[in-house]
């Protein structure tokens, strides 16, 4: 069974940044494509970020495109987010998932088969 551990959430103030990371195990991490997802209290789950499996192709939400990076280092089974410029609306829990199949519509929840148990980012005004 594959298993996603993120790490790296935190308590920050507006325009602070964070590195999120996401650790896989039990499975075949190059074969995947990955993503990382976030949900406020309250609201659905909802895209944030896109890398395909061969990490030349990414897709981003357009309320984080330009602040957030994401990229995957498949030696150490590990994929990243890169937070700059945060916001108060940024706070959420984030979710790192993956797709095996790398399927053509990667921005919805019900792409992906494995998700990781969240890091909470709270972002202080």
């Known amino acids: 069974q594959v298993q996603l551990v993120e790490s790296g959430g935190g308590l920050v103030q507006a325009g602070d940044s964070l590195r999120l990371s996401c650790v896989a195990s039990?499975?075949?991490?190059?074969?995947?494509?990955m993503g990382w997802f976030r949900q406020a209290p309250g609201k659905e789950r909802e895209f944030v970020a896109r890398?395909?499996?061969?990490?030349?192709?990414?897709f981003y939400a357009d309320s984080v495109k330009g602040r957030f990076t994401i990229s995957r280092d498949n030696a150490k089974n590990t994929m990243y987010l890169q937070m700059n410029s945060l916001k108060p609306e940024d706070t959420a829990v984030y979710y790192c998932?993956?797709?095996?199949?790398?399927?053509?519509?990667?921005?919805?929840?019900?792409?992906?088969?494995?998700w990781g148990q969240g890091t909470q980012v709270t972002i202080s005004s």
């Open positions: 998932a993956a797709d095996k199949s790398d399927s053509l519509v990667g921005i919805y929840v019900e792409a992906y088969d494995y």
């Open positions: 039990g499975g075949t991490f190059s074969s995947y494509a």
């Open positions: 890398l395909t499996r061969d990490g030349f192709r990414t």
